[in-house]
């Protein structure tokens, strides 16, 4: 989506053309990190990467900078299960009618299955991760979560992705050293998609 392309806006401390939404501060960092791989400098570019502190914010944010407001770029990030929230802000905001998840990837936001935690997991793979999680000194602290008795016999990714998801930070601080894990070729697809959408 490409509203206004003329010149920098500013709000609230913002300066830019481009904004992309995301759930969470573990999101724009992965994002962050992987711009930053890519050799792209957000800022220089005026993209601004801006969690909203859940799903449920994105029509407060569609008001700031959406049609309505600054009327800059949009894109952004979206878990599979919050598609129906995006879609009807985005219709809220005057942005379309009768939203699909096709129509959302058109407008510059891309769902993660089921969330970029996941695919991280998917496009690492389980050794991978295991070896991230080990270079940050949480090695025994998983060992002990995988004996618990509702997540002892379930696959080691879901155990991963599980483990990403408690414990206070740890998809903070986790999230980027994923991505700093990845092999260039193998980024997960919403990842990718989304920082094309603001080039």
């Given at each position: 989506?490409?509203s206004?392309t003329?010149g920098?806006r500013?709000?609230?401390?913002?300066?830019?053309?481009?904004?992309?939404?995301?759930e969470?501060?573990?999101d724009?960092l992965?994002?962050?990190a992987?711009?930053?791989?890519?050799?792209?400098?957000?800022?220089a570019?005026g993209?601004?990467?801006?969690?909203?502190?859940?799903?449920k914010?994105?029509?407060?944010?569609?008001?700031?900078?959406?049609?309505?407001?600054?009327?800059?770029?949009l894109?952004?990030?979206?878990?599979?299960a919050?598609i129906?929230d995006?879609?009807?802000?985005?219709?809220?905001?005057g942005?379309?009618?009768?939203?699909?998840?096709?129509d959302l990837?058109r407008?510059?936001?891309?769902?993660?299955?089921s969330?970029?935690?996941?695919?991280?997991?998917?496009?690492?793979?389980?050794?991978?991760?295991l070896?991230?999680i080990?270079?940050?000194?949480?090695?025994?602290?998983?060992?002990?979560?995988?004996?618990?008795?509702?997540?002892?016999?379930?696959?080691?990714?879901?155990?991963?992705?599980r483990f990403?998801g408690?414990?206070?930070g740890r998809k903070?601080?986790?999230?980027p050293?994923l991505?700093?894990?990845?092999?260039?070729?193998?980024?997960p697809?919403?990842?990718?998609?989304?920082l094309?959408?603001?080039?």
């Amino acid at each position: 989506m490409n509203s206004s392309t003329g010149g920098e806006r500013r709000h609230d401390g913002f300066a830019g053309h481009s904004v992309v939404l995301v759930e969470g501060v573990s999101d724009q960092l992965a994002l962050e990190a992987l711009a930053a791989r890519r050799g792209r400098d957000l800022t220089a570019e005026g993209v601004a990467v801006l969690p909203m502190g859940g799903s449920k914010n994105i029509g407060r944010f569609l008001d700031t900078y959406g049609p309505s407001g600054l009327d800059v770029r949009l894109a952004g990030l979206c878990d599979e299960a919050e598609i129906d929230d995006y879609a009807r802000a985005l219709e809220r905001a005057g942005l379309g009618f009768g939203l699909t998840r096709d129509d959302l990837e058109r407008m510059g936001f891309f769902v993660c299955v089921s969330d970029l935690e996941a695919e991280l997991i998917r496009a690492l793979g389980a050794a991978a991760v295991l070896l991230v999680i080990e270079a940050h000194g949480e090695q025994s602290v998983f060992r002990t979560f995988q004996k618990q008795p509702e997540w002892r016999d379930r696959p080691i990714e879901d155990q991963l992705w599980r483990f990403l998801g408690v414990g206070s930070g740890r998809k903070i601080r986790l999230g980027p050293a994923l991505v700093d894990a990845l092999d260039l070729e193998r980024v997960p697809r919403p990842l990718d998609a989304v920082l094309s959408a603001v080039a």
